[in-house]
């Protein structure tokens, strides 16, 4: 929000034409000209992201300007011209209209405020003393819960606008364009295969995963957790908010926080976390640390949050809320090199275990210039950039450089792909950093009894699990592997009488831990067939009198055409391995 104050002997001012389609209503008295004398015109523009929360703020400056002038009549004055990222009417008009009546609340002054939406004539004669024109920019801190502007905002909403609120719940926003070649996006297919939801009651940017979803999701945790653990990882659970002090130490708050969500919790400013480091330094420093230990390796599988704007969020690709599986390697300088290639090699085999192909290696580097978005120790840069250009020419990577697209505390490689639409993303990021454990006062004790500083290598290793999900769903187009499906096996009965066998045979391979369903319906066969194709399940069991007699199977491999009579127990077993080795 900006606004313009002026001490003037006068204003006169009339509405003289609609500057809206619906402007607010106007009484009679409204309409006329209206002067007037000895007042302190606060000409107000507000602004997009500007919201209920910033009106103590506005009337915190208004007072202030007040009193060092004296002024006791104040004209709130709606003025677009001062801002060129004006918000929408309807915002605007409330935050002024709630301003008023917060102003209106103090007896010292007397209040008028200026109609809304209108083309206005006016003329006013300023003071010209030294505090007579002031200009003041009015930002938001955080995002205020304030028990009294829920109830403002609760008091709003009409029996008619609830009911097209609950009406909402239950549209579902999921269309998206397919490529020249027709191939599906990752909204088509979540859509379809009903993985997930982006509803608009929520909000963009925040899908809701179904039971379905979930079950690939949980699939991707598991062998995450898992290989991690093999090769040294300690997870960690910590939390998605905490307070700005935090992030001040960090240097988010310096460079980060437009991207950051804000809260305000009593006299406390809180945000959710944008990155899991340094919630997991804490627990480093939690006690003094030998060079026995190191490295340490702390993993988490961890939810975060990224005020992107709203015309960039997408399906799965680009949220904000998203969940990374995030981890940061704290060793000596000498074993930064070892370590860097152990990052890579788990790497590697994660996208492997994915059947991830196309990709290449961008070395991010920062840009000098842009003393806004980075930590300020140029030498620091320089080092770090240099050391990991060794690392990444001594493991022979072939990458290509980019300038400005370092994270703000270090340099990245980034491990980058193209969509199907052939948009580039990255998928996954290596970070070497010496800046967040300089801050952050990182320590160990070295052999020599001396107290040095590690180095913190931030890295994933699946990415952020949902951007990584709609990968895989558009580059299989929904045939996901069989470790991945979230029905490994259908089983059809082929008539009412073989509706025992069918479940049978389900009971057993769900104890054998393959995630099956039952189609009993009394359709023809070939129609339950189609559906399971439709669903993209790994295998088809139809279950009829013949194999029922023969105490066999007959089951279909999706994409094959192929029927083939076997034992239950030899399929099982087939299966199993298959999920197993993730193929
Ligand atoms: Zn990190």
Redesign the pocket.
């Known amino acids: 929000m900006k606004i313009l104050s002026l001490h003037c002997d006068y204003i006169k001012f009339k509405p003289v034409k609609k500057a809206l389609k619906e402007p607010e209503e106007l009484s009679e008295e409204q309409k006329k000209l209206k002067e007037v004398k000895e007042c302190l015109v606060i000409l107000t523009a507000v602004e997009k992201g500007d919201s209920l929360a910033l009106v103590s703020k506005l009337i915190e400056n208004i007072k202030d300007i007040a009193s060092q002038i004296k002024a006791k009549t104040i004209v709130l004055y709606p003025y677009a011209h001062l801002s060129s990222q004006l918000a929408l009417p309807e915002i605007a008009i409330k935050i002024l209209k709630q301003a008023e009546l917060e102003l209106k609340k103090d007896k010292n002054f007397s209040v008028i405020r200026a109609p809304f939406g209108y083309y206005k004539e006016f003329e006013l004669k300023c003071k010209g003393h030294p505090l007579a024109e002031l200009s003041r920019e009015i930002k938001e801190e955080g995002i205020k819960t304030l028990e009294r502007l829920e109830k403002i905002e609760e008091k709003e909403l009409t029996a008619n606008e609830r009911e097209n609120l609950l009406d909402k719940m239950t549209k579902i926003h999921m269309s998206s364009e397919r490529t020249k070649e027709g191939l599906k996006s990752n909204v088509e297919i979540g859509r379809d295969l009903d993985l997930y939801l982006v509803s608009e009651i929520v909000g963009s940017g925040l899908p809701l995963l179904t039971p379905k979803g979930s079950i690939i999701r949980r699939e991707i945790e598991r062998f995450i957790v898992d290989e991690e653990t093999k090769r040294g990882y300690q997870f960690t659970y910590t939390p998605i908010m905490a307070k700005s002090d935090l992030y001040k130490i960090s240097g988010h708050w310096q460079h980060y926080k437009e991207l950051m969500f804000k809260l305000e919790i009593g006299n406390e400013t809180f945000a959710l976390r944008p990155?899991?480091?340094p919630f997991q330094f804490i627990i480093y420093k939690s006690k003094p640390r030998s060079y026995k230990e190191l490295p340490i390796k702390y993993a988490e599988i961890s939810p975060q949050f990224r005020n992107e704007k709203t015309g960039e969020l997408m399906g799965l690709t680009r949220l904000r809320q998203f969940t990374l599986t995030?981890a940061?390697v704290i060793c000596k300088p000498e074993q930064l090199e070892k370590e860097f290639e152990n990052v890579l090699n788990l790497v590697k085999y994660v996208m492997k275990t994915f059947g991830i192909k196309d990709i290449w290696y961008r070395f991010s580097k920062y840009d000098k210039k842009n003393k806004e978005k980075y930590i300020n120790n140029p030498k620091a840069w320089e080092s770090s950039q240099d050391m990991m250009k060794k690392i990444l020419n001594k493991l022979k990577l072939k990458y290509v450089e980019a300038e400005n697209e370092a994270a703000f505390y270090g340099p990245k490689l980034d491990i980058q792909y193209k969509n199907i639409f052939g948009k580039e993303d990255t998928l996954i990021t290596i970070q070497v950093d010496f800046a967040l454990p300089e801050r952050f006062d990182l320590t160990y004790i070295d052999e020599d009894n001396r107290t040095k500083r590690p180095i913190v290598i931030?890295r994933s290793s699946a990415g952020c699990i949902e951007r990584t999900i709609a990968y895989i769903l558009e580059k299989t187009q929904g045939n996901l592997p069989c470790w991945l499906s979230p029905i490994q096996v259908r089983i059809l009965s082929f008539t009412s009488r073989n509706k025992k066998s069918a479940e049978k045979t389900a009971e057993k391979l769900k104890e054998a831990g393959i995630r099956t369903d039952v189609d009993l319906r009394d359709d023809t066969i070939n129609s339950k067939v189609r559906d399971a194709e439709l669903q993209h399940i790994s295998y088809i069991i139809v279950i009829g009198d013949k194999e029922e007699k023969s105490k066999t199977i007959a089951i279909r491999k999706r994409g094959s055409k192929k029927v083939k009579n076997i034992k239950l127990e030899k399929f099982i077993t087939q299966v199993k391995k298959e999920i197993e080795k993730r193929k």
């Open positions: 990155m899991t480091c995030d940061h931030h």
